[in-house]
């Protein structure tokens, strides 16, 4: 396939040869049914009990997509050549919606990372509407961004001369590689990293006393905590190491990752790389960042935190009874996760 960079398109395009045919259909096929059933997965695996965010209509409205580009390119592959509505079909219209649709998918990145950082950032100021008025707020919202987003992608004059390129091209079939999924994910990794280098100590410290027992019906890890502390979080250097611990104690692997790719620099493209799994990553580094900027503000024991599908942020300072002799004195706190 040819790769489109986001440096190209819009004065952010670039074109990278590498070409593949367009009998490749079946495997572009195989491709987007094997996201649609990761996208599945991870849908399933997560919390069932977790309230309405922007991020949770904004994965489904993306499932919704993807499932709608795999019925729209099978049909076309099926019957090669049909017309519907006067307007005909043919095998190059596979590419044709791919592209588009890797173009949308490349520019929502930021608005999605911006509105979401928005949403949990007025939650935790408790600044939120009525349950009924904010899921409707959600649901326009989301659509407005498609809607926005596709009109951008279909008017933009650099946008229209790449994909015109598959004509020049006939047995090319050009896709985008979004330059904000890369800044994006770079600017995460390096927050990880300085994050992780400010308080390394306090996260070895925590590793080598954390044990993993079961607390009301939840895994839990706990860990020395002084039964003299406060309740209340007020100091963001005591909270980091465990927002670190958590966070990496879910999505480590993910995160090794995206510094892989980021090193290796794989051209993924954008059709691929927006899906779930990344959406639900970002959404914990959101309330982590939200979590910690915000920290002094709130009691661990009264707050209501949102609540994320795969990592749970409420530290419940709680003596825990512990069966080890060496331990019974040793008052703990306990992070689920």
């Not at 009998?23 to 996201?35: P, Q």
């Not at 027992?213 to 465990?242: A, D, G, I, Q, R």
Request: overall charge neutral; proline content about 4%.
């Amino acid at each position: 396939m040819i790769v489109l960079s986001s440096e190209n398109c819009s004065s952010q395009n670039q074109l990278h040869h590498t070409s593949q045919p367009l009998d490749g259909n079946c495997l572009l096929i195989l491709i987007i049914l094997g996201k649609i059933l990761l996208n599945i997965l991870t849908l399933g695996m997560r919390r069932k009990n977790t309230c309405q965010t922007f991020m949770e209509y904004f994965c489904i409205s993306l499932a919704f997509m993807d499932l709608l580009l795999l019925v729209n390119i099978s049909i076309i592959s099926y019957f090669r050549d049909f017309v519907l509505l006067d307007i005909r079909f043919t095998k190059y219209h596979i590419c044709l919606f791919t592209q588009i649709i890797s173009f949308i998918y490349g520019f929502l990145h930021y608005p999605v990372f911006l509105i979401a950082w928005i949403d949990y950032y007025l939650n935790f100021s408790k600044t939120s509407l009525p349950l009924k008025c904010q899921n409707l707020l959600y649901f326009f919202t989301v659509i407005l961004i498609w809607i926005l987003v596709f009109a951008y992608v279909l008017g933009d004059p650099g946008i229209y001369q790449n994909v015109k390129a598959q004509y020049v091209y006939p047995y090319q079939c050009p896709f985008y590689v979004s330059i904000q999924s890369y800044w994006l994910t770079l600017s995460m990794v390096m927050i990880l990293f300085m994050a992780f280098l400010t308080s390394w100590s306090e996260v070895i410290t925590l590793v080598q006393a954390i044990r993993i027992t079961s607390y009301m019906n939840e895994t839990v890890l706990y860990f020395p905590f002084s039964s003299h502390s406060s309740c209340t979080v007020n100091s963001k250097k005591t909270l980091l190491p465990k927002l670190i611990v958590c966070f990496l104690g879910t999505w480590l692997p993910f995160v090794l990752l995206q510094i892989m790719i980021l090193l290796f620099k794989v051209q993924i493209p954008a059709y691929i790389e927006m899906n779930i799994p990344w959406l639900y990553f970002v959404n914990s580094f959101l309330i982590a960042t939200v979590y910690w900027c915000k920290c002094h503000k709130f009691n661990l024991r009264d707050i209501a935190l949102p609540v994320d599908p795969f990592v749970n942020w409420k530290c419940c300072f709680t003596e825990l009874a512990i069966h080890d002799p060496e331990q019974i004195e040793k008052p703990t706190s306990i992070i689920t996760c």
